[in-house]
């Protein structure tokens, strides 16, 4: 579903992946994370070639993926949910450190550490969702569709706590359907349509873009 697909994302930037329901966006977000097994191509991560490198060693590379949908484990507590996700032999090294970092990102967690996940909002889950992944000490943290069903005050605290992390030297490659919201937070924007790049920049060159509002709203 995706051809001829090249982007890039530097150290401590935020980069938007745009486009239409079916445009490729969580294939790619799954495919540098090989939930999705490319035919062609390469990845490469830091300058080492990463391609047929599994799962769970690009985690411990520093690749951490929150999933659409917040997919956190409903039924443990939120301590548990990020205690999951400091797994491999680095991120539990420094567990007491990044449990304090993820406590002044998200305060609401801590308060709520032996809440179960499912009793949580939706704003909440989505929080704890990537909390988790920054358990794992990623150097790149890939976001499917952050905002979806949050209302506009946690978007607000979410967006803010994105730039926070971005100034902590992570790097943020996000789906986003929003195009104005995305591009509104992020330093580039990649464009897609029908799994083809259509168009890609810096945020402020793609925000008016008649080819962008083309790829939304048609002709």
Request: hydrophobic letters at 40%.
């Amino acid at each position: 579903v995706i051809w001829n697909v090249s982007i890039n994302v530097n150290k401590a930037e935020m980069v938007a992946l745009l486009g239409p329901n079916g445009s490729g966006k969580s294939t790619i977000l799954n495919t540098i994370s090989n939930l999705v097994h490319h035919k062609n191509g390469s990845i490469h991560f830091n300058n080492t070639l990463i391609s047929e490198i599994p799962t769970h060693k690009r985690t411990e590379l520093g690749i951490s993926h929150v999933l659409e949908r917040r997919r956190v484990f409903p039924h443990l507590t939120v301590m548990q949910n990020l205690l999951l996700g400091a797994w491999h032999p680095r991120a539990k090294d420094q567990l007491s450190n990044s449990l304090s970092k993820i406590y002044k990102i998200f305060p609401k967690l801590e308060v709520r550490s032996n809440q179960l996940a499912r009793t949580m909002s939706g704003g909440e889950q989505q929080m704890l969702a990537i909390a988790r992944g920054m358990m794992g000490l990623p150097k790149l943290l890939m976001v499917d569709e952050p905002f979806l069903g949050l209302s506009p005050m946690v978007m607000k605290d979410l967006i803010k706590i994105f730039k926070n992390i971005v100034s902590e030297g992570i790097s943020i490659l996000f789906v986003e359907q929003n195009v104005r919201l995305a591009l509104s937070m992020a330093d580039r924007g990649y464009v897609l349509e029908s799994g083809r790049l259509v168009i890609d920049g810096k945020s402020n060159d793609l925000i008016d873009n008649e080819k962008v509002t083309k790829v939304f709203l048609g002709n």
